[in-house]
C-alpha cells in the first residue's frame, strides 16, 4: 500500500547550475543516478567521497546527500509494506500446509513477521505450531520472540547473553527490542561490548535477520557512518533462512525487517545530513522544508506544522515547493487536536485552484499521508482525469491511483497507475517513479495477477536487490496458486 512520493524533480532543479561548480566527478554521478532514480547508487557514490568535494559545493552535496536519503527513506519503507503484505500471504499458505512437506521454518518465519506488526497473539500461535529437534539457533531466535511476548516486549539482551543460551542473531534481537526502552540502553551496550560484537563479526556469523537488527542498532546509537559503511558491505538479496522440503521443492525465508532497518537509517541519515548545512540560503531552507515533510511522513503532525509554518509562504522557497507546502501545513494542522475534516480540508484546496494538476496529485497525497476519506475530492480529482494530456497529468494519474489503492479500489488504481505508467519504458525506473510502479504491482498482486507483478519487480531488483523479499514470496504464491510443479522463477 503506497501513500508516499518522492522528490527527485525538486532536487535536480534546485542543483541546476550547481553541480559544475563542484568541480567532482562524484557530484555529478550521484546526481545523475538520482535523476535515474538509482538512489542506492547515487548515495553510495557521493557518501564514498564527500571528502573531496570542494568548499564552495559543501552545502549543494550536503542537501544532494540529505535529498537522496529522504527519498530511499521513502522507498525503503513501501518497499516493507509491500514486503509485509506478501510475506503474510506467502506464511499463512505455508501454515496450512499439513502434510509430511509441510515447511519446518515456517512457524518462526510467521511469528516474526506477526511480531514485527506488533501482533503478539498471533506470533505466539504461530509459535506453537514449531515442531521438535530445532536448531539451536531456531529455538534461541523463538524464546525471543516468546520471551518479548509475554514480557510486554521488554527484554534484557544482558540475561540472554549471561545465560550463554543465545547465538548471534539472538543476541542482536533481543538488543534491538531492548534498546527501544531507553532505561535499558546502558544494558544493552554493555551486552554489546562484552560479546565484542563488530561489523566484521556480524557479517562473518549472523544472518539476514542479525544484519537488520544490527543496523537499527548502530542508527539508534546514533553511529550514522558506521552503519552506512557496514550497509555498503551487506548482500542485500541474501535470504534469511534457506529449506528444502522432503519432496525437494527450495523455500527461502527473507525478514521485512531487513527493509524496514534501512528505511529507518536512511530517515536518520536524511536529519544526519541536513543538520550539516550551513544557516541560511536556499539549501537551508529547502532542507527545512524537507525537514517538515519527513515530519509529516513519520506521523510528527505537530512538528511539521512547526517547521513548514516558519518557511511557507515566506517568500523562502520556490514557487511550486511552497504551494505543496501550504497543502503539508494544511494537512498538518488537520492532525493537531483543533484539526478538522480532511475531505473537506481537500475540497477546499482543490476548490481554489482546480486547474492545476500538480496540486491536485499532491492534495491526493496528503489524503493518503493522514489517512482522511476524501471521497468527495477523489470524485472532484477523477473529473479532471479525462480532460487532462497524458504528459501534464501523470502526477494526478499516479497520486490518484495510489489513493484508490490505498482504498482497496484495485481495478480503478490499476486503471490510473497504467495510465502514469510510460508505455514504451513500462518498468524501466529511469522513465517511471519507482512508488507508482509498486503501487500498481501491490494492485496487480491483489487482484491475483502474479506474473504483471513480477514483472515490475524483476526490472526493480535491478537496482534495488533487497526487493528479492518481496519477489520470493509472490513467486511461492504463484506456485501455489496456479498449482505449478516445483518452483516459479521469473528473473
Known amino acids: 500500500m503506497n501513500k508516499y512520493r518522492l522528490l527527485t524533480a525538486l532536487v535536480l532543479t534546485t542543483l541546476t547550475g550547481v553541480v559544475p561548480a563542484a568541480g567532482t566527478d562524484s557530484m555529478t554521478k550521484a546526481t545523475k543516478s538520482m535523476e535515474l532514480r538509482r538512489y542506492d547508487e547515487a548515495w553510495r557514490e557521493l557518501y564514498s567521497n564527500i571528502g573531496t568535494i570542494d568548499a564552495s559545493a559543501r552545502d549543494a552535496a550536503m542537501f544532494t546527500l540529505a535529498s537522496i536519503f529522504h527519498n530511499n527513506a521513502i522507498l525503503y519503507k513501501q518497499f516493507y509494506l509491500g514486503a509485509v503484505e506478501a510475506q503474510t500471504d506467502y506464511l499463512n ?31 505466539l500461535a504461530a509459535l506453537s505450531k514449531m515442531g521438535g529437534n530445532q536448531e539451536k539457533s531456531i529455538t534461541s531466535l523463538s524464546g525471543v520472540i516468546d520471551t518479548a511476548c509475554r514480557s510486554g516486549r521488554l527484554i534484557k539482551a544482558n540475561d540472554l547473553f549471561a545465560k550463554g543460551t543465545a547465538t548471534l542473531d539472538a543476541t542482536l534481537a533481543a538488543a534491538r527490542i531492548s534498546y527501544s526502552n531507553g532505561r535499558q540502553k546502558q544494558v544493552v551496550d554493555a551486552t554489546l561490548n ?7 563479526k556480524v557479517l562473518k556469523d549472523a544472518s539476514a535477520s542479525g544484519v537488520a537488527d544490527y543496523i537499527i542498532l548502530l542508527a539508534e546509537q546514533g553511529k550514522i557512518e558506521e552503519a552506512l559503511k557496514f550497509v555498503t558491505r551487506i548482500d542485500l538479496s541474501k535470504p534469511w533462512l534457506k529449506e528444502e522440503s522432503k519432496d525437494g521443492r527450495k523455500i527461502y525465508f527473507y525478514t521485512p525487517a531487513s527493509l524496514s532497518s534501512l528505511s529507518s537509517l536512511y530517515s536518520a541519515a536524511f536529519k544526519f545530513y541536513v543538520a550539516k548545512l550551513s544557516g541560511g540560503g536556499k539549501y537551508n531552507a529547502l532542507g527545512s522544508y524537507l525537514s517538515g515533510e519527513r515530519s509529516f511522513l513519520e ?16 517568500g523562502k522557497l520556490p514557487p511550486r515547493v511552497d504551494e505543496r507546502g501550504a497543502v503539508l501545513l494544511k494537512f498538518s494542522r488537520l492532525k493537531t487536536p483543533t484539526g478538522g475534516d480532511v475531505d473537506s480540508a481537500a475540497i477546499e484546496l482543490a476548490s481554489a485552484s482546480a486547474d492545476k494538476l500538480e496540486l ?11 489517512g482522511g476519506k476524501c471521497e468527495k475530492f477523489m470524485q472532484l480529482a477523477s473529473s479532471k482525469v479525462d480532460v ?20 482497496n479500489k484495485h481495478g480503478k488504481a490499476i486503471a490510473l497507475l497504467e495510465m502514469a505508467r510510460d508505455k514504451a519504458n513500462k518498468n524501466k525506473i529511469e522513465y517511471n517513479d519507482p512508488l507508482m510502479l509498486t503501487s500498481l504491482a501491490e494492485a496487480y498482486r491483489s487482484t491475483k495477477s502474479f506474473s504483471e507483478h513480477l514483472e515490475i519487480y524483476f526490472e526493480m531488483s535491478k537496482y534495488y536487490p533487497a526487493v528479492r523479499i518481496v519477489q520470493d514470496a509472490v513467486q511461492g504464491i504463484y506456485s501455489v496458486e496456479q498449482k505449478s510443479a516445483g518452483d516459479v522463477k521469473i528473473f
Open 93 to 123: 499458505l505455508l501454515l496450512k500446509d499439513k502434510s509430511k512437506n509441510k515447511s519446518k521454518y515456517a512457524p518462526l518465519a510467521a511469528a516474526m513477521l506477526a511480531y514485527e506488526k506488533g501482533d503478539c497473539k498471533s506470533a
Open 194 to 200: 562484552r560479546a565484542a560484537i563488530t561489523p566484521d
Open 299 to 314: 506521523g510528527d503532525y505537530a512538528g511539521a506544522a512547526k517547521i513548514l509554518d516558519g518557511i511557507v509562504g515566506k
Open 360 to 370: 491536485l496529485s499532491d492534495i491526493a497525497w496528503g489524503c493518503s499521508i493522514v
Open 388 to 407: 487532462a494530456d497524458s504528459k501534464r497529468g501523470k502526477a494526478l494519474f499516479s497520486e490518484l491511483g495510489k489513493l484508490f489503492e490505498l482504498t
